[in-house]
């Protein structure tokens, strides 16, 4: 295929996937701009990347598999430079709200046994609401940490490696974005 | 026999940090034998060890999943790569 032939078949894709590509990044990313431009991204990456794709038989898949790529990158970005308006308490601040000085759980705040947990809870469209909110309430960069960590199938040492940060980090700040999802989800879910 | 218990006990604060490292990276040997004698003395740990499984769960599975089925149209779009793509 000559360059030209390319652009043509490229073109169709622009055409056929940028829709199903923008919904998704925009659902991942919740900003307008930002999924337009890591859609823009994975088109001008796909097309400097063409001869890799040719023998390939489904292009949607490849084009999936970049964007997915794009949108990790985002999350990097964010995880490092977090941008979020979000107060984000600090260290101690935030753990007062869990755990008395001597490092107990605050009486009020003690996990007790959450009912109906074993169900099939995604199938639920009141309770993906749910998870969603809690998810939005959290700092820019824990939800990006939590994107990361379950985006790619990959163990946490190769995730903070990427990162370019110590393990130690990356598991404190899951840590206080678990504990802040689990209250959201116990208040406005499993009390209910 | 103090000293035993010093390094043994761990506060819920820590307990709950080290589940949350051991769901990311292995635990060194003496962060397993502390976390072990902490659940079992602890039951509010204990629930947020199954609790904080039970949410990875549903991340992992929930960041994979679209629920929004309909693509949103975005023609502007479209034509803005469109004009990118013709300039190089």
Same mark, same amino acid.
């Given at each position: ?192 | 026999?103090?000293?035993? *218990? $010093?390094?043994? @006990?761990?506060?819920?604060?820590? =307990?709950?940090?080290?589940?949350? &490292? #051991?769901?990311?990276?292995? +635990? ?8 072990? *004698? $902490?659940?079992? @003395?602890?039951?509010?740990?204990? =629930?947020?060890?199954?609790?904080? &499984? #039970?949410?990875?769960?549903? +991340? ?29």
């Amino acid at each position: 295929m000559d360059k030209s032939e390319e652009a043509v078949v490229i073109q169709g894709w622009v055409k056929a996937f940028s829709d199903k590509l923008y919904s998704w990044a925009l659902y991942k990313t919740s900003g307008q701009e930002t999924a337009e431009d890591l859609v823009q991204d994975t088109f001008l990456a796909a097309c400097q990347s063409f001869e890799k794709f040719e023998g390939r038989s489904d292009p949607q898949t490849w084009l999936f598999g970049i964007l997915n790529n794009k949108i990790a990158d985002h999350f990097r970005k964010v995880y490092r430079n977090p941008t979020s308006n979000k107060e984000e308490n600090s260290e101690n601040h935030f753990f007062k709200n869990f755990f008395d000085e001597g490092g107990d759980w605050l009486k009020k705040e003690r996990p007790q046994a959450w009912k109906n947990e074993d169900a099939h809870l995604l199938d639920d469209t009141e309770f993906v609401k749910t998870l969603q909110a809690c998810l939005k309430e959290l700092p820019d960069n824990w939800y990006a940490a939590i994107n990361l960590k379950f985006l790619e199938q990959k163990k946490g040492e190769i995730i903070c490696q990427e990162l370019e940060i110590t393990p130690t980090n990356f598991w404190q700040i899951l840590h206080r974005a678990k504990l802040q999802l689990r209250k959201c989800l116990q208040v406005h879910w499993f009390k209910k | 026999m103090k000293k035993i *218990l $010093h390094f043994l @006990m761990l506060s819920c604060k820590k =307990a709950t940090m080290l589940i949350e &490292k #051991k769901l990311l990276i292995k +635990l060194s040997f003496k962060e397993n034998v502390q976390l072990t *004698l $902490h659940k079992s @003395m602890c039951d509010a740990c204990t =629930a947020y060890e199954k609790q904080s &499984k #039970k949410m990875d769960e549903i +991340l992992k599975q929930h960041i994979h999943d679209n629920p929004n089925s309909d693509a949103v149209q975005n023609e502007k779009l479209k034509d803005k790569i469109t004009q990118s793509l013709n300039k190089i």
